[in-house]
């Protein structure tokens, strides 16, 4: 439990020993849950609660804080790591009455059983007197999920973006104290879970720019005392600027695929492209996901297996799709034995990716010196397209 402000707390749990979300998201830094107090001369607020597993360590924040009564509890986000502890929160405060949106309030009830009369419902824009302090709710939808909502502290600049501008970190400083680290565990957190959501987040950054914000209070990791850092590293992330870079995703059994992406890779750095191998059957996908945030072009390289991609690629490629980056080119390169229908599975799994296909490279067997000069002929399409689009001379 600390102070942010006076009469504003930090009453979260760090989780550091946390490695995988979701049953998914790699989380090498661990995570924290933020939850704050701000108690104003009449009403004492709590904004978002932690996941379950931390219950014990909120409602022991509380008591050590002193906190005999709380009237209002502001639900941001209704997803369970930020929801989950809120029925016990209101079994132990009864008095205190959940503020939030319709449609987080639909969320909450669905998801953990609460009853319809602990509700008062915000609509965008709607302030909340808590005395001599005022709560503005701002909707802030798909930061990542549709009722995502902030909250702004309207006398203190403090604003409270729940997962919007957050990062998987387990640190005891309780404000970003080197931002490398915190925008590195950033950009992993956006090309997770915000990505896909590209242009609705890129919609509400134009709608914060009318706030006069001192500090972002996230719901993930330290608080940002400087928060154009965030937000400028969010500007940058959500464009659609895309840069001199190429993914190269790939997984060979025998080798032959391999030396294809060796051969690959050094016809990048002659062109003067940066690039980027991965592995797919050890990758961390928020390696890969990170990297999808701003590479002009992605390839995809894969052995034939039982007639399509490799699992593990098609999971890499599955991935990629959904997230939805701004990849401007897309190519395939591959062995074979016999035949399949890799190259058709590929495109088909990335319908949502609008780039431009370039000539895949397919070899049977090793690759022969054919093999090799057609992948220097995708090396020098990818670099005229890149020039195409200003990206590179
Ligand atoms: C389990 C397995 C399944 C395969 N299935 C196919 C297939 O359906 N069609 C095909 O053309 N080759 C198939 N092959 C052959 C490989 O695609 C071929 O040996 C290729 O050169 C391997 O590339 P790599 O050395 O990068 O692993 C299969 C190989 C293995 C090991």
Redesign the pocket.
Known sequence: MRQIKPSVYAVGAIDWDARLFDRLIPLPDGTSYNSYVVRGNEKTVLIDTVDPTKTDVLLDNLVRLGINKIDYVVANHGEQDHSGSLSDVLLIYPDAKVVTNPKCKGMLIDLLDIEEDKFITVEDGDTLSLGNKTLQFIYTPWVHWPETMSTYLVEDRILFSCDFFGAHLATSSLFVDDNAKVLEDAKRYYAEIMMPFRRQINSNLDKLAEFQIDMIAPSHGPIHDHPELIIEAYRDWVSETVKNEVIVAYV???????KMVSHFVEAMIDRGIAVRQFELSTVDIGKLAMALVDAATVVIAT?????GAHPAVIYATFLTNALRPKTKFVSIIG??????KMIEQLTGIMSNIKAEILEPVLSR?EPKENDFAAIDKLADDIHAKHKEIGITN
């Open positions: 060979s059994m025998h080798g032959s695929t391999a052995p034939m297996v039982l007639a062995s074979y034995g016999w035949g399949g067997g």
